[in-house]
């Protein structure tokens, strides 16, 4: 079955610089790709999402890009605030079955 | 205001004392699943249904149950809580046949 490999962990970066957080998954008939914001004492909230025939989607200051040749996937986040400060999960799915995999979460810490 | 929502939101019990957690969404959304997020495992799939009446079981069932009688509302109960059963848990739902999924904001279930 699909297997979702996110990292880092944890990531901690200067109020302002630039994010970037990787998955990498196994199935290659997966053709769905969210990313899910959780902030503390809520439930995760999709912010973005990509699908396979896509490279890259922008939305102001985050973009996912996809490589489906080498399976991984990456979120960028640029001119970090501190409201970005969030659990952030990667998943991927195919159509045939929408179950969404799940990557383990990134902790980004945005320092002022 | 489209939502999902769970009660209780905290919750002490102790092992052996059969519990329910409550989910109900407003979307006549036809999927619904339970997840528990547990530290550096992310979010592992516990039951989800695609529409009333079906159920299917995730990737951690064990000692779970769950029933979709209604569209709106899908609990989950636990028989026989136990220690181990300790998580942060979410209910979600989306419409059939999409990935995006809409998370409720959490029950913290600690059994002693």
């Known amino acids: 079955g699909e297997n979702v490999e996110q990292h880092p962990s944890t990531l901690s970066v200067q109020e302002g610089d630039s994010a970037v957080i990787k998955c990498t998954y196994s199935d290659s008939a997966s053709n769905y790709f969210p990313w899910y914001k959780q902030e503390l004492g809520k439930g995760p909230q999709l912010i973005i999402d990509i699908r396979s025939n896509v490279g890259e989607k922008k939305d102001q200051r985050i973009a996912v890009t996809l490589n489906k040749t080498a399976k991984h996937f990456s979120l960028h986040i640029t001119e970090t605030q501190p409201e970005d400060s969030a659990v952030y999960f990667c998943a991927a799915s195919t159509d045939s079955n929408y179950q969404l995999i799940w990557g383990a979460g990134t902790k980004l810490i945005i320092k002022p | 205001e489209a939502q999902v929502t769970q009660n209780p939101r905290y919750l002490i019990t102790v092992t052996g004392k059969k519990l329910t957690v409550t989910c109900s969404q407003n979307?006549?959304?036809?999927?619904m699943s339970w997840y528990r997020q547990d530290p550096g495992l992310g979010l592992r799939q516990i039951y989800y249904s695609m529409n009333v009446e079906v159920t299917d079981k995730g990737d951690v069932p064990e000692g779970y149950k769950v029933s979709r009688k209604e569209k709106r509302n899908f609990p989950l109960i636990l028989e026989s809580p136990s220690p181990n059963q300790t998580s942060l848990y979410f209910c979600?739902?989306?419409?059939?046949?999409?990935?995006?999924?809409?998370f409720g904001p959490g029950t913290r279930l600690t059994v002693t």
């Open positions: 979600a739902s989306s419409f059939r046949g999409e990935s995006k999924q809409y």
């Open positions: 979307m006549n959304h036809e999927y």
